[in-house]
Nanobody
Framework: VQLVEFGGGLVQPGGSLRLSCVASGFTISSYVMSWHRQAPGKERELVAAITNAGGRTNYADSVKGRFTISRDNGKNTVYLQMNSLKPEDTAVYYC???????WGQGTQVTVSS
């Protein structure tokens, strides 16, 4: 099982980023997939999750209305579109199989002017 995240970087407040998570070794269509983040000195927290068919999504209150999770089962890939980014969104973002059964290596997102 392997998860590889792409798309992090440095962005100004109010900007956007799109994270991608490419999975291998299993088929994401059979699983809930989720994104989490961990800021320095803080615990890892759930950001968003999506059911295996993509029909239901769940978001942390802090990102509702700004972030969108989606999936392309044909490409075995999960996405996190992040808009209206704030400095407090700065963290390492991780993709997970299920609610945390396996993790990617993480991608750094820094929101700063």
């Amino acid at each position: 099982v392997q998860l590889v995240e792409f798309g992090g970087g440095l962005v100004q407040p109010g900007g956007s980023l799109r994270l991608s998570c490419v999975a291998s070794g299993f088929t994401i269509s059979s699983y809930v997939m989720s994104w989490h983040r961990q800021a320095p000195g803080k615990e890892r927290e759930l950001v968003a999750a999506i059911t295996n068919a993509g029909g239901r999504t769940n978001y942390a209150d802090s990102v509702k209305g700004r972030f969108t999770i989606s999936r392309d089962n044909g490409k075995n890939t999960v996405y996190l579109q992040m808009n209206s980014l704030k400095p407090e969104d700065t963290a390492v973002y991780y993709c997970a199989k299920g609610w945390g059964g396996a993790w990617g290596q993480g991608t750094q997102v820094t929101v700063s002017s």
